[in-house]
C-alpha cells in the first residue's frame, strides 16, 4: 500500500512540488541571477566558457552528493558520513587496484560507501540512534578507518584509463558534470514519478499516519540512507580520479556544504519538503560563490567566513519558512 491509497497521507506536505516553494523558487533564481550580474562586472573573466565549465565541475562531486542528500532530508533524516565516505572510498580504490584492477576497485569502493549507509540506516531505524548522533559516529569511523589503512598517507592511483572519469571530456563537457546530470536526473524522477518518492514526501511530513497508511517509514529511511551513501561513494570515485589519489583528508568538510546547498535549495530540516530543483540551484550557488570569491582573489580564511555565513543563513531561512506555515 502506498500513500496514494489513504487520504490520511494526503497532506501538503507529502506532495512533492517542481520548485521548493514558490517564493522561495523565485527568490533562488533571483539571488544566483543577481550573483551572475555582479560578479561579471567585478571580474571580465567569470563569463568565459572555461570558467563556467570549472564552476560546473567543482560542483559536481557535491552535486553528486546533494542528490541522496536531498532524500534524506526530505525523509526527515541527515547524514553527516558522507564527506568521509568519500575519503575512505577513495582509498579504498587507491590500495586495491594494484592488486584486484581498477573495475574491481571501484566496485568495491562503492559496496565500502554502500556499507556505511547500511550501517547508518539501522542505526536510525532499528536501533532508534538520533541521525545527528548515528551519522556523526560513522563519520568518525569512515575518517579512522581511511586513515588506519592509509597509514595516513595520500595514496597514488596509477591507471591511466582511470583518469578519464575525473579529468576527461566527452563533447567538451567534463565527465564529471556529465555524471552529474544522470544522477540529478535519475533522482528527479524518482522523486517526482514514482511510488518511493512519494513514501519519502509522506514519510518525511507526517511519519506516523504514513505508517498508518501502511508506507514502510523504517523500509524508505533505511533506503534512502543507502542511496545517499552510494551518491558519496559516486563522488568519491570522481574526486579520486581527479586527484589521482585516494586521499584520508579528503573531502573533510564536504558534508556541510552539501548540508547548505540542499537547505539552502529549500528543503527543511524538519522533513517532508524540498525538491532536487531546489537543490540545484543550491549547489550552484555555493559554487558560484566559491568561484567569485577566487577570482575576486579573497583572503582563504574570509572565504571559510563566507561558506559559514551561508550555511547560518541557509537553517535561518529553513526556521522562517517554518514559523511562517
Known amino acids: 500500500m502506498t500513500s496514494e491509497s489513504d487520504p490520511r497521507v494526503a497532506s501538503p506536505r507529502a506532495r ?46 557535491i552535486g553528486v552528493i546533494s542528490v541522496g542528500m536531498t532524500m534524506v ?4 533524516g541527515l547524514d553527516l558520513s558522507v564527506g568521509a565516505v568519500v575519503a575512505l ?8 587496484h594494484p592488486v584486484i584492477g581498477i573495475g574491481p576497485a571501484v566496485i568495491l569502493g562503492l559496496l565500502v560507501g554502500v556499507a556505511v549507509g547500511l550501517i547508518n540506516g539501522l ?49 567538451g563537457i567534463p565527465v564529471p558534470v556529465i555524471v552529474f546530470a544522470i544522477v540529478w536526473a535519475l533522482g528527479y524522477i524518482v ?8 513514501a519519502i514526501y509522506a514519510s518525511g511530513g507526517n511519519p506516523q499516519a504514513s505508517w498508518l497508511a501502511g508506507i ?21 570515485t570522481l574526486l579520486t580520479s ?7 583528508q579528503a573531502a573533510t568538510g564536504m558534508e556541510l556544504s552539501v548540508i547548505a546547498a540542499v537547505i539552502l535549495g529549500g528543503a527543511s530540516l524538519s522533513g517532508g519538503e524540498g525538491t532536487l530543483v ?11 560563490l566559491n568561484n567569485g570569491l577566487v577570482l575576486l582573489n579573497v583572503n582563504p580564511y574570509y572565504q571559510e567566513v563566507a561558506r559559514g555565513v551561508v550555511l547560518l543563513l541557509a537553517v535561518g531561512l529553513d526556521q522562517l519558512r517554518l514559523q511562517g506555515r
Open 123 to 171: 542505526a536510525v531505524t532499528s536501533i532508534g540512534i538520533n541521525p545527528l548522533i548515528a551519522t556523526l559516529g560513522t563519520l568518525s569511523l569512515a575518517r579512522g578507518l581511511a586513515f588506519v589503512f592509509s597509514g595516513g598517507l595520500t595514496q597514488p592511483v596509477l591507471d591511466r584509463g582511470f583518469g578519464f572519469w575525473g579529468r576527461g571530456f566527452v563533447l
Open 278 to 288: 531546489g537543490t540545484l540551484l543550491g549547489v550552484l550557488i555555493m559554487g558560484t
Open 16 to 61: 512533492p512540488r517542481v520548485l521548493p516553494s514558490l517564493p522561495t523558487g523565485i527568490g533562488l533564481v533571483a539571488l544566483y541571477a543577481a550573483m551572475v550580474v555582479t560578479l561579471s562586472i567585478a571580474s571580465p573573466y567569470f563569463l568565459s566558457v572555461n570558467n563556467l565549465l570549472n564552476i560546473l565541475l567543482a560542483v559536481a562531486v
Open 73 to 76: 532530508i526530505i525523509s526527515g
Open 216 to 236: 514502510r517509514v523504517g523500509y524508505v529511511r533505511r533506503l534512502v540512507y543507502l542511496i545517499c551513501s552510494a551518491g558519496a561513494a559516486i563522488g568519491g
Open 191 to 198: 522523486l517526482r514519478h514514482t511510488t518511493l518518492g512519494r
Open 89 to 96: 572510498v577513495g582509498v579504498a580504490i587507491a590500495l586495491s
Open 242 to 248: 581527479q586527484l589521482a589519489a585516494g586521499a584520508p
